[in-house]
């Protein structure tokens, strides 16, 4: 039997990656997957311009402040200059993109449209407030009987991580990051 909830947290890098690794083995395998970032706009990344491939079995919906260079990023011409206005407006709750992300979720949920929900960077959503961890917990409780589910991010509550079937963390053992070198066009993004 597949879990119903996965949840893949930790401070290391690859919470993400292992997530889109599971979203394309069951898009290969003919599942409709849905994956919802939290908190993301960058519209840059590698799995936005690969998810176009998969005739609708694999969608990428984000919801979050885009970044001011995004076009000149996707044209490989540019990359990200850390300047955290995309953090930083992702984070005002006067934007909703929480609140919209949620909507969205809820929605694609009860449809019965998608047999995997991804949903990306939502302890952020959660650890910040800007999600009710009751409201997302009794709505985790409903839809996981309905659809598989994938929680992705940093410091993911306990109490999600005692719901979920699965839960792994991600360590950083090495990384270039460490020695300042950061995202690298078609390797993080």
């Known amino acids: 039997m597949l879990p119903r909830l996965t949840v893949i947290t930790g401070n ?52 979050g402040a885009g970044c001011l260079h995004s076009e000149e990023i996707r044209q490989g011409l540019g990359e ?20 919209q992300a949620f909507d969205y979720v809820r929605q694609a949920a009860e449809s019965g449209q998608w047999d995997l929900l991804v949903l990306d960077e939502v302890s952020h959503a959660v650890n ?15 839809a996981m009987p309905k659809v598989r589910l994938v929680l992705t991010g940093r410091n993911m509550s306990p109490q999600l991580i005692a719901l979920a079937d699965e839960a792994t963390e991600c360590e950083m053992v090495k990384h270039p990051i460490s020695q300042g070198i950061f995202g690298r066009w078609g390797v993080e993004y």
């Not at 083995?25 to 993301?40: D, H, I, M, S, T």
């Not at 800007?130 to 917990?137: C, I, K, N, Q, R």
């Open 12 to 63: 290391g890098k690859g919470k993400t990656t292992a997530a889109m690794g599971r979203a394309v083995f069951a898009a290969w395998n003919g599942e409709r997957v849905l994956v919802v970032q939290f908190l993301k706009g960058t519209g840059y990344t590698g799995e936005l311009q690969s998810a176009g491939q998969w005739s609708g079995h694999f969608v990428i919906k984000q919801f």
């Open 128 to 142: 910040k407030g800007l999600l009710d961890m009751a409201e997302f917990v009794a709505w985790l409780q409903g």
């Open 80 to 99: 990200c200059r850390r300047c955290g206005s995309c953090f930083r407006a992702n984070k005002l709750p006067e934007n909703r993109f929480v609140g």
